[in-house]
């Protein structure tokens, strides 16, 4: 269980966080989600109480992280997988934090296997580590207290797909097993196949929080055509509020049906007519954080498969 | 990867959950972390070997007599007292400089706990560098100097002033790195701050508070004679200025600063 109430911070005169307020359950996996900069990695420092909130309370497991006896045994965190000593042993690394927190030494061993980082790997220095490798070695290390809950700030940067889908299975059955997870990144397609929730955080607010279907209250319609400049003018005739996508694409806030209507009424062949499914999110994803200090330009690119057509 | 469940490869350990880490395991943690990387690993060895370097040059210069236990501890003291401050500075500042504190501070959240174990991991370090340096020394001046009047007078004494010596030395160290919060400046001010320091004190202004201030002379006659009460005071003083204050600043310090993102 994870909880905070209106917690701010400022740094200088800058609100880096302002009134961030949410509760992450057992048994679920909460998707953290905003561009670079919105404020993801300051609130998760002020849960575990690296930083201190200027107002407003954090609590995980009912309490203060601080007032935990031995947080490392009941929290596991991954913040910054490149936050390791260069010239320690990959080994070494788990092996002090392991004494740290008191569990066995053999923990060490099943965890480095967990993660499938090999015995050449382990013995080998931290500075030699490739960015996965190191968000591997991140990820045995905070599952090494065997942990109830689990805060990872950006743990899919640096995995590849292979990695990425053996986090997914991981974060999963950590949920199904009555663990929380709040899991952060600044790509909807790295969490929402994951995420039983999703938090929507944008200049340094929480924008939009809730279930997938919560978020996604308005459904919409791929459509592309290429007379575009007509299909433009047939649906504001119909009075369809449209928004540009991907590939000279549009998404239209209504039914297919209806928008057929219109491209019919217009006299324009369509290319293509589909249900928004993702691309919902994926807009709202933007829309939401685009007021952020540093929000990603409203055009998409290859990594948001929705738009592309790429997955189903 | 493995696909292997947690629940499948979880080992049943569950004491420990609620129980705090004591300071004696934080310690013993910290004292892992000093030698557990590469630079920190070499930098003891380092010392070792210059310290066999120093006393074996030391016995090879001047006669059987002048090789008593006294004479080659003046100088063979010297490596271990240069180097543990720098092994003192790395062990604060190695937290921020390679971010380690992320991890430090998130498993010991009471961060005055992590700065009281690096303190008692410091003075192990330093009496058991002490142990070996003195078992070098004592080891070169019974093969160079046998049965010698004299050899092995005041030895006592002057071990427990070289503990005081090494182990005070060390903790500057720290409080250097505490202060500092980043390895190179840290150990730039270690090494020219007191210099600095004794250029000033030379000016015949602080003729009467230099030798009270100033660490050299306050502070090197415990290597080099069995040292009097009023010599120990001025190390006292010296080690106030020194010592104590940079530990208070940065206790103050690093109990409020945020760790680095």
Request: net charge neutral; hydrophobic share 50%; charged share 15%.
């Amino acid at each position: 269980m994870i909880e905070t109430e209106q917690i701010t911070k400022q740094l200088g005169r800058r609100t880096i966080v302002s009134d961030v307020s949410f509760r992450c359950e057992p048994g679920t996996v909460t998707g953290f989600l905003g561009p670079n900069g919105a404020g993801k990695t300051t609130t998760m420092r002020m849960l575990v109480g690296l930083s201190e909130p200027d107002s407003g309370e954090a609590r995980i497991l009912g309490g203060r992280y601080r007032d935990l006896p031995n947080p490392g045994r009941r929290v596991g965190i991954l913040l910054d997988a490149a936050a390791q000593h260069a010239g320690r042993r990959g080994r070494e690394a788990l092996a002090i934090s392991a004494k740290t927190i008191g569990v066995p030494a053999q923990r060490v061993d099943t965890l480095l296997e967990l993660v499938g980082l090999d015995e050449t790997a382990a013995r080998r220095r931290v500075g030699q580590y490739s960015l996965g490798m190191r968000q591997r070695l991140g990820f045995a290390h905070a599952l090494l207290g065997d942990p109830e809950v689990l805060i990872l700030d950006e743990p899919a940067n640096g995995l590849d797909p292979e990695g990425m889908r053996w986090m997914r299975g991981l974060l999963r059955g950590f949920a199904n097993r009555g663990g929380t997870v709040l899991l952060s990144s600044h790509l909807l397609a790295e969490v929402e196949a994951v995420a039983d929730r999703m938090m929507i955080i944008g200049g340094g607010r929480i924008q939009a929080q809730g279930t997938r279907a919560e978020l996604l209250t308005e459904s919409g319609t791929i459509v592309e055509a290429a007379d575009l400049a007509g299909l433009d003018a047939a649906l504001q005739r119909a009075g369809l509020a449209t928004h540009p996508a991907d590939g000279d694409r549009r998404l239209v806030e209504a039914e297919p049906e209806v928008v057929a209507r219109a491209a019919l009424a217009g006299g324009v062949v369509l290319h293509r007519l589909a249900p928004a499914e993702g691309a919902g999110l994926e807009r709202l994803f933007f829309e939401l954080t685009a007021s952020g200090a540093s929000a990603p330009s409203p055009t998409t690119d290859s990594i948001h498969p929705e738009l592309t057509g790429a997955t189903a | 990867m493995s696909t292997t469940t947690l629940a499948a490869s979880t080992p049943a350990y569950g004491a420990g959950v609620h129980a705090r880490p004591g300071l004696g395991r934080l310690a013993a943690v910290e004292l892992r972390k000093i030698v557990d990387t590469r630079a920190g690993f070499w930098l003891q060895v380092a010392t070792v070997a210059i310290t066999a370097l120093v006393v074996i040059v030391r016995l090879a210069v001047g006669g059987a007599a002048d090789h008593t236990f006294a004479s080659v501890l003046t100088v063979g003291a010297l490596p271990a007292a240069a180097l543990l401050p720098v092994a003192g500075i790395l062990l604060v500042t190695s937290e921020w400089s390679q971010r380690t504190g992320m991890i430090t501070f998130a498993l010991v959240p009471v961060r005055s706990r992590v700065l009281g174990a690096k303190l008692i991991a410091s003075v192990v370090l330093a009496i058991a560098m002490l142990a070996v340096s003195v078992g070098i020394i004592a080891a070169g001046v019974l093969v160079a100097s046998p049965g010698v009047d004299g050899t092995w007078s005041d030895a006592g004494t002057l071990i427990a002033q070289s503990a005081v010596y090494l182990t005070s030395g060390m903790l500057v160290g720290v409080a250097f790195g505490m202060v500092v919060l980043a390895s190179a400046p840290a150990i730039v001010a270690l090494f020219t701050l007191p210099t600095a320091w004794g250029a000033v004190a030379s000016l015949s202004l602080f003729a009467d508070v230099a030798p009270w201030l100033d660490p050299g002379r306050a502070l090197d006659p415990l290597l080099r004679e069995v040292v009097s009460t009023t010599q120990w005071a001025r190390a006292g003083t010296a080690l106030a200025l020194w010592m104590v204050l940079p530990l208070l600043i940065g206790t103050w310090r690093i109990t409020r600063r945020e760790v680095a993102a």
